[in-house]
């Protein structure tokens, strides 16, 4: 079985200043790691996706992760924020193999980007 | 390429009526599943389906069900709602097979409001 924490619910930071928003997990076998986006009133986007290979991720809108299989973390990053990045995070983590497509989600961190 | 459809978007029901709760996935994809989001408990999944076969069930008690059609439509369904069940229910399709990543597609959900 999997797990994902996501440490921090709410994350404020300034506009065009740098932002880090943490997440860990736990498992028995190897995984595929996703950050997803939600904005207010909407389903979930994916911005990006660790499969394998390189541990650096980058993603859309500017967004990157960084895969940390000793300590178990896929940390998003983004060099500078913009207010439109105001939105839940959430990380998710599947374990591979088995028949089942599900994701275990965290549960969210809300980033809110002031001017 | 179309997305995930979900409709409808918005209802309110009183306790006590049931609710049927309509996914369209993208086309193409074989997979569909559902979560449950809440303030309280975040996204908690519900069921999985793959050609009509439910293949991944959650932890909600038996007055959720779901089902999936031949085209691959799919529709949950709650009985006897009770206050607990106001969420967002959100429909994700996947593609199924090799490789198989479990990306999730998200439509914008269906906000059920439970009086």
């Known amino acids: 079985a999997q797990s994902v924490t996501q440490l921090d619910s709410q994350v404020p930071v300034f506009e065009e200043a740098p932002v880090e928003l943490r997440c860990n997990y736990s498992s028995s076998v190897s995984v595929y790691l996703f950050w997803y986006v939600q904005y207010p009133n909407q389903g979930l986007q994916l911005l990006l996706k660790?499969?394998?290979?390189?541990?650096l991720v980058k993603g859309i809108n500017g967004f990157e992760a960084e895969f940390n299989k000793s300590q178990t973390s896929f940390h998003l990053r983004k060099p500078s924020v913009h207010i439109s990045d105001t939105a839940e995070y959430f990380c998710a983590v599947r374990g591979y193999g088995g028949a089942t497509n599900k994701l275990i989600f965290g549960t969210g961190t809300l980033l809110a980007v002031q001017p | 390429k179309a997305g995930v459809t979900q409709t409808p978007r918005y209802l309110i029901k009183t306790r006590g009526q049931q609710v049927t709760l309509s996914c369209s996935p993208i086309s193409g994809h074989r997979s569909v599943s559902w979560y449950q989001q809440t303030p309280g408990q975040g996204l908690q999944f519900l069921f999985e389906?793959?050609?009509?076969?439910?293949?991944n069930k959650g932890n909600f008690p038996g007055r959720f069900s779901g089902r999936q059609f031949s085209n691959s439509r799919s529709e949950m369904n709650v009985s006897t709602l009770e206050l607990g069940d106001s969420a967002l229910y959100l429909c994700?399709?996947?593609?199924?097979?090799?490789?198989?990543?479990?990306?999730?597609?998200f439509g914008e959900g269906s906000r059920l409001t439970v009086l």
């Open positions: 994700a399709s996947s593609a199924w097979g090799t490789p198989n990543t479990g990306e999730l597609f």
């Open positions: 389906y793959f050609s009509e076969t439910q293949r």
């Open positions: 660790y499969l394998s290979g390189s541990t």
